[in-house]
């Protein structure tokens, strides 16, 4: 009878016991009613301010409305998606990621390296990227950030504008500037169509040469009172070596000039009055002669030693109807009586009163020349009756003359 009345004593603390459990160590509990340190707590929502601390000594699981893990940062909903929106969040230093649609600035960027693959738009402004760009054309490690940039074979397309002064090489093509040239090829190319310059325009070199247009169809070269030179090569090697013509001003005077130096050739100076192919008129000059004519044969030549045809016999001296007016030769009239030396291919001798003769002594006759004498005085009975070259002289032979005649004579030189 005792047992019975303390077990039923014993059962009201039994069932206090059960309404205090420590929910802590399950992993699942349901709490219908009760109370929490003297705290009333009625179905899953406890009254306000029922709790001042609750904890769970291990994380309460995602699949039972838990985090999974025992701490985190910030507010907001817990990320459960895979493709959660996220406003403004402090990634920290992500250790992947693509950036493929990231938009607006990064001005707090700290700088460093960026790979993408992405196109990226905008100026590059940030301190550090200067030197690091992954899109880029040609090659090289600078970026193009310079004032004055080299820049190797670029393609510049149609600049909107330019200063050209000191290009050069230009590509085969047409450059239009505002002094009017049309299509203009570099060095080397082959030119093609035109090139166009107003009337008052002017090549200019060293502002000591200038090309420029004189009048219609006039080319000039002229620089103030300065004399001109105009020089056309027919080889140049270099400043030793080269043959030229040169047609220039020396004082007052107008020259056309071959000039020759070192391996440099030139044989002579035509100006052809026709086909340069044919026997045409001309004047030839070399460095010892001058010749003039026509055809293979008809030509004169001037040189030290005289005037002389090219062939024997074949020129003319004046023609039918159409001669000299007159024939000046050197002479000499001696007043000697007798014997003399005159070296001319004219002169006078005398002959003393009853001579017959008088040898004269003349460097410019030989036993082939012909020398013609006439009695240039009055006399009753003097006469020419011979006159007989040989090498070095001629004697006139007359009958015996009454007083002092006087004789003339002349020379026609013979091989």
Known sequence: MKRIILVLFLLPLIAKATDNFNILDNTSATISGGTINNTAIGGTTPAAGAFTTLSATTPLPVT?????VAASTGTGSTVLSTNPVLISPALGTPSSGVATNLTGTAAGLTAGTVTTNANLTGPITSTGNATAVAAQTGTGSTF???TSPTLISPALGTPASGVATNLTGFT???VTTALGYTPVNKAGDTMSGSLSMTSGFSYNWNNDLFLQRDAANTLAQRNGTNAQAFRLYRTFTDASNYATIESKFLG????ISIENLGTGGISALQ????NSTSNAALIQLDATSTQFGTGATGWQTVDATGI???ANGVPTLG???IGYK???LDYTNTATVGAVTINKAAGRVNIAAAGTSVVVTNSLVTANSHVMAVMSTADATGRVISVVPAAGSFTINTVAVTAQASFDFFIVSSD
């Open 64 to 68: 039972s409305g838990g985090t999974g």
């Open 144 to 146: 193009v950030m310079n």
């Open 172 to 174: 085969s093509g047409q």
């Open 252 to 255: 007052s005077t107008a020259q």
């Open 271 to 274: 100006l052809i009055g026709g």
């Open 308 to 310: 002389f045809p090219s």
């Open 319 to 321: 023609k039918a109807a």
């Open 326 to 328: 007159q024939l000046y």
